[in-house]
């Protein structure tokens, strides 16, 4: 991962799960699956995600129905009505990261609540960018539902871990785990 220009790069590069450089349905769909999403979650994921990125990521190339998506140029697919901690080049902005807290977790300081994460969805809508703002709801609220604790918080290193994109790798070693702790042990 280190290899990556930016962080946004490092956010998406889980799904390019043959590291070519290009993420593919498939593999978009297979990264779902990893981190624990069902089979619909992960097929609907894939269709909107590529469907929705591929061209952005592609200048002047020309339309592919297989419909990949450049790990390389992943800035240039970011959508209105986001929390601004990636920028236009895809770097993290620490202080707009910290401001999610500051101004939404109110309840917990390194948390958010359901309540206080649509407050802090519903602010960063801009006007009249409904497709950032069902990208934005459908981010959140998959991640929401994927990662909030037992108390249901979603902890802001959590929220952290996703921007760089350690969170997935950790989610895929846990469901791994998880589902080696459940296999039968060998009589044998």
């Not at 236009?88 to 359901?114: C, D, M, Q, Y």
């Not at 991640?143 to 918080?153: I, Q």
């Not at 997935?168 to 044998?188: C, D, L, V, Y």
Request: hydrophobic share 35%; proline share 3%; glycine share 8%.
């Amino acid at each position: 991962m280190e290899n990556h220009d930016n962080v946004l790069q490092k956010h998406v590069i889980f799904f390019d799960r043959n590291k070519d450089g290009t993420i593919y349905p498939s593999e978009t769909f297979r990264g779902f699956r990893a981190i624990g999403c069902g089979i619909l979650l992960s097929s609907a994921a894939a269709v909107f995600i590529n469907v929705g990125l591929s061209r952005k990521t592609r200048p002047g190339k020309s339309f592919s129905l297989r419909f990949p998506i450049e790990v390389k140029n992943i800035q240039m697919a970011k959508h209105g009505s986001d929390s601004g901690v990636y920028d236009k080049e895809g770097r993290f902005v620490a202080s707009k990261f910290e401001e999610i807290f500051a101004k939404h977790a109110h309840t917990h300081p390194n948390a958010l609540t359901s309540n206080e994460l649509k407050s802090f969805m519903k602010s960063n809508r801009e006007k009249k960018d409904y497709g950032g703002w069902l990208a934005g709801y459908v981010e959140w609220k998959i991640l929401y539902s994927l990662c909030k604790d037992k108390n249901g918080l979603l902890q802001k290193d959590t929220i952290r871990a996703a921007f760089d994109g350690s969170l997935f790798e950790r989610m895929e070693k846990e469901k791994a785990s998880k589902k080696q702790a459940n296999r039968p042990k060998s009589t044998i």
